[in-house]
C-alpha cells in the first residue's frame, strides 16, 4: 500500500504476530512488532502537506499475519 495522504499525522490500525516495515516519506522504520493495543503505528508532528506510508509485512514462517484495517490521517485547519 502505498497511499498518498495530506496531514500533519498519520496513524495505521490493524494487528499482526510478526514484524513489518513502515516508510513515511523517505523515513524507514524497520521489523516494527504491534504492541497489541490495535495500533500498527502512528506518527504526528509532521508538516501540513502531502505524505506517502508503505506497509510491508515479514513472513518468515507459516500461520503470520498482517491485517490493515483503516488509517486516520489528522489535519489542522487554519482560521481566518
Known amino acids: 500500500c502505498l497511499c498518498p495522504s495530506t496531514g500533519s499525522a498519520v496513524c ?4 499482526s504476530n ?3 516495515d513502515v516508510s513515511l516519506d523517505s523515513d524507514l522504520v524497520n521489523n516494527v ?4 493495543d ?11 502537506d502531502v505524505h506517502y506510508v508503505n506497509l510491508t509485512a515479514h513472513f518468515p514462517h507459516d500461520g503470520q499475519l498482517l491485517e490493515f484495517d ?8 487554519s482560521t481566518g
Open 33 to 36: 512488532t504491534a504492541p497489541g
Open 12 to 15: 495505521l490500525y490493524g494487528s
Open 70 to 77: 483503516y488509517a486516520t490521517v489528522t489535519y489542522e485547519f
Open 18 to 20: 510478526g514484524t513489518y
Open 38 to 48: 490495535g495500533t500498527l503505528y502512528c506518527r504526528d508532528g509532521l508538516p501540513s
